[in-house]
């Protein structure tokens, strides 16, 4: 029997949804995986590796930047990937490489190894594990889309709560070398075997219904004629090819906002533990901020997925987007461990609703038969903005020595994009024809 083979044959025993597993799998990823490289981990080891190194912060940040700008090149090709193969097998290769890749970095001695290294993993992270995790769940999900990702994000949420603690932990028990050492290994035991084993692509693969409606929810759902009732994608869902979404209003204005949010996300969290030890607080006590943030974005998420299918999602986006630029400024005023916390969790429990928000409204907006691709292109925006934000605050430190003003040039750049999605409206298809040569083909 082959693994699709006993994919198939445990979906069909098994007494709930098959969805949930599919989660599952990604919540393995979200915790291992996906935290290794994420700027909330990389903040606790500015400090240390700077310091004992002999590195500039720009030059640190750089690296970020650099990873981020790479995967704005394959993200149109990983979309492609993920439409027609789905997100198993990509998230299983993703893990090992990260794994392989933070071991590594505990050896490095030089920019030019750093950057070697860890360039590829931010690329990972930025690019196949960015679009794979979100995007196997909303092929799985659409009426309970906003819990699908809001259980992923959670995960997400845990894992750079902790990773943030373990790696400071071990970076004061023994060096940070260890700690990278910690982190690869930690990867390798989670984030490989359940994706390879257990995801396949969408329900239809595997002869079932995304997420299947009640008997009873169907009724009164619809004016048709009395007959056969409208299936759940004929209620629920519109599909978009990559050309059509080019041509609505809400694709640009949706990028604009994720490249202006994620530069803000990636410039505050990447250098707020480096922020407050600048500002006089122990090691310890700033990487306790980072897992601040981290955990607020549990709470946030389930505050925002409450929501979601009561308000529109551009509205929530656009609240989203003030709470980061308030929490920024409240970061850029604090130098106690007391406020340091409050603006962290501020800063979390904004982004959170970034990521959450952006994953849905993606979804929602433009269907499920080709939302790798349309995602993989609007990641450009979105990477673009998390390659810029890092660099600029290092930069704008080592120029000034303070990140009052990268912080609150943040809070200018989130206002600013928390007004431009209200005008992000639900995109209607409009049926033309073809053009000569279509990007989705």
């Known amino acids: 029997m082959n693994a699709v083979q006993w994919r198939n044959n445990l979906a069909h025993s098994l007494p709930f949804y098959y969805g949930w597993v599919i989660v599952a799998s990604t919540v393995a990823v979200s915790i291992s995986s996906r935290t290794v490289m994420a700027v909330a981990t990389l903040s606790v080891f500015v400090v240390p590796m700077t310091q004992d190194l002999g590195w500039s912060r720009g030059l640190f940040s750089g690296a970020v930047s650099l990873g981020g700008l790479c995967a704005v090149f394959i993200s149109p090709l990983v979309g492609k990937w993920i439409d027609q193969h789905g997100s198993g097998l990509l998230l299983s290769i993703s893990s090992l490489l990260t794994g392989i890749l933070a071991v590594g ?27 794979g995790i979100p ?29 943030p603690l373990a790696a400071q932990f071990i970076i004061t028990g023994w060096d940070w070398r260890t700690a990278w050492l910690v982190l690869g ?22 002869g079932l219904e995304p997420d299947p409606l ?4 169907t009724e009164g759902t619809s004016s048709e004629p009395v007959g056969e009732p409208p299936t759940l ?7 978009f090819t990559v050309s059509q979404a080019f041509r609505t209003r809400a694709f640009w204005l949706l990028a604009a906002f994720s490249a202006a949010g994620f530069m803000v996300q990636a410039g505050v969290s990447l250098h707020q533990v480096a922020h407050y030890i600048n500002q006089g607080l122990p090691g310890a006590s700033a990487a ?22 009561r308000v529109p999602v551009r509205f929530l986006l656009s609240t989203a987007a003030f709470v980061v630029a308030a929490a920024a400024i409240g970061t850029s005023a604090s130098a106690s461990v007391a406020t340091g916390l409050i603006a962290s969790a501020s800063v979390g429990l904004g982004v959170g609703g970034l990521h959450f928000l952006t994953r849905l409204a993606w979804a929602d907006y433009y269907g499920r038969n080709h939302l790798g691709r349309i ?15 890092p660099v600029l605050a290092g930069f704008m430190f080592d120029a000034t020595g303070s990140y009052l003003m ?6 200018g750049v989130a206002s600013s994009a928390g007004v431009l999605v209200l005008f992000a409206t639900p995109p209607r298809l409009v049926e033309s024809k073809p053009d000569p040569i279509d990007p989705s083909s």
């Open 288 to 309: 306790l901020t980072a897992s601040t943030f981290a955990f607020s974005q549990i709470i946030s998420v389930l505050i925002w997925a409450a929501l979601a299918r």
């Open 185 to 206: 290994l930690l990867t390798f035991a989670l984030g490989v075997i359940p994706p390879f084993l257990l995801m396949s692509r969408r329900p239809e693969d595997m």
């Open 406 to 411: 990268p912080f609150l040039v943040f809070a």
């Open 375 to 389: 995602r993989g292109f609007a990641m450009s925006a979105q990477i673009g903005g998390q390659a810029v934000g």
């Open 233 to 239: 994608l004929e209620i629920a869902e519109t599909n």
């Open 214 to 217: 009640p008997d009873e929810t």
């Open 105 to 131: 970095l505990s050896l490095v001695g030089n920019p030019a190894a750093f950057f070697s290294i860890y360039v590829p993993g931010r690329m990972i992270f930025s690019g196949p594990l960015e679009l």
């Open 135 to 163: 995007t196997a769940i909303s092929n799985w999900f659409i009426r309970r889309r906003p819990l699908g990702l809001a259980a992923d994000s959670v995960a997400k949420g845990a894992g750079l709560t902790i990773m």
